[in-house]
């Protein structure tokens, strides 16, 4: 990707990880496109108003007993393609697979942040960067085991089954990780800004005194379906 923005990132600007799963639930997208137990931690753990957009750049990790999956040459972090975002699928391993000198190298690239489903460690260093990681959790050794690149890969949880392919929408805030797949990206941008306003609106009469029930049948009654 150059540098010109996308208008997908632009369209998605005002709008929250709970605005784009409200139109994802609509869509009838399993939960709505959440990816569980991913967090903040940089530029601060859970506080701020640090939000990230942009279109997966996917890194898989592989253990190094697997012989079969074609690995990448290089490393993967001389090759983020301006405003992505960086999304590691991890094994399931205490090993941390994202470090400081990795997001020194997405920023000095122009990544719009990093998310990474497993453990981070260098946390201070990504804060001193002001660069936002989102993870599962933190740690101190690096990884042993390798790379493929702009793969599809499963959120690593018996939670839920969800898949982030290369080019999928990521979007990150204080409320979480939501995937909006680049199919239905557009669909879902049409029905977030009339549900941000009618649900300004119930906001405001139950500050009145109407309740919830009265003014969610008053503003959302007419909103488009999906």
């Not at 609509?26 to 506080?47: A, D, E, V």
């Not at 640090?50 to 750049?57: E, F, N, S």
């Not at 409320?175 to 009618?198: D, F």
């Given at each position: 990707?150059?540098?010109?923005?996308?208008?997908?990132?632009?369209?998605?600007?005002?709008?929250?990880?709970?605005?784009?799963?409200?139109?994802?639930?609509?869509?009838?997208?399993p939960h709505g496109g959440f990816l569980s137990n991913l967090i903040l931690w940089s530029p601060q753990?859970?506080?701020?108003?640090?939000?990230?957009?942009?279109?997966?750049?996917?890194?898989?990790?592989?253990?190094?007993?697997?012989?079969?999956?074609?690995?990448?040459?290089?490393?993967?972090?001389?090759?983020?393609?301006?405003?992505?975002?960086?999304?590691?699928?991890?094994?399931?391993?205490?090993?941390?697979?994202?470090?400081?000198?990795?997001?020194?190298?997405?920023?000095?690239?122009?990544?719009?942040?990093?998310?990474?489903?497993?453990?981070?460690?260098?946390?201070?260093?990504?804060?001193?960067?002001?660069?936002?990681?989102?993870?599962?959790?933190?740690?101190?050794?690096?990884?042993?085991?390798?790379?493929?690149?702009?793969?599809?890969?499963?959120?690593?949880?018996?939670?839920?089954?969800?898949?982030?392919?290369?080019?999928?929408?990521?979007?990150?805030?204080?409320?979480?990780?939501?995937?909006?797949?680049?199919?239905?990206?557009?669909?879902?941008?049409?029905?977030?800004?009339?549900?941000?306003?009618?649900?300004?609106?119930?906001?405001?009469?139950?500050?009145?005194?109407?309740?919830?029930?009265?003014?969610?049948?008053?503003?959302?009654?007419?909103?488009?379906?999906?």
């Amino acid at each position: 990707m150059s540098a010109t923005r996308d208008p997908i990132v632009e369209a998605l600007q005002p709008f929250s990880t709970c605005d784009v799963s409200d139109a994802l639930l609509k869509l009838k997208y399993p939960h709505g496109g959440f990816l569980s137990n991913l967090i903040l931690w940089s530029p601060q753990r859970q506080t701020g108003n640090t939000k990230i957009i942009g279109p997966a750049y996917t890194v898989k990790y592989v253990p190094l007993s697997d012989k079969v999956s074609p690995k990448h040459v290089g490393h993967y972090i001389d090759t983020i393609p301006y405003g992505s975002v960086v999304f590691i699928s991890s094994p399931k391993t205490v090993n941390a697979v994202y470090g400081g000198l990795m997001s020194n190298r997405a920023q000095a690239s122009g990544a719009a942040g990093t998310i990474v489903d497993g453990r981070v460690r260098d946390l201070q260093e990504h804060r001193d960067l002001k660069y936002p990681v989102f993870a599962r959790d933190i740690g101190t050794s690096s990884p042993y085991e390798v790379v493929r690149i702009n793969t599809p890969v499963r959120l690593q949880t018996d939670e839920q089954d969800a898949t982030i392919n290369p080019g999928d929408y990521l979007i990150g805030d204080i409320n979480g990780v939501v995937c909006l797949p680049k199919e239905t990206a557009e669909k879902a941008i049409a029905l977030m800004a009339p549900q941000v306003e009618a649900d300004q609106k119930i906001a405001a009469d139950i500050q009145r005194g109407m309740t919830f029930v009265e003014a969610s049948k008053k503003h959302r009654s007419g909103l488009p379906k999906g």
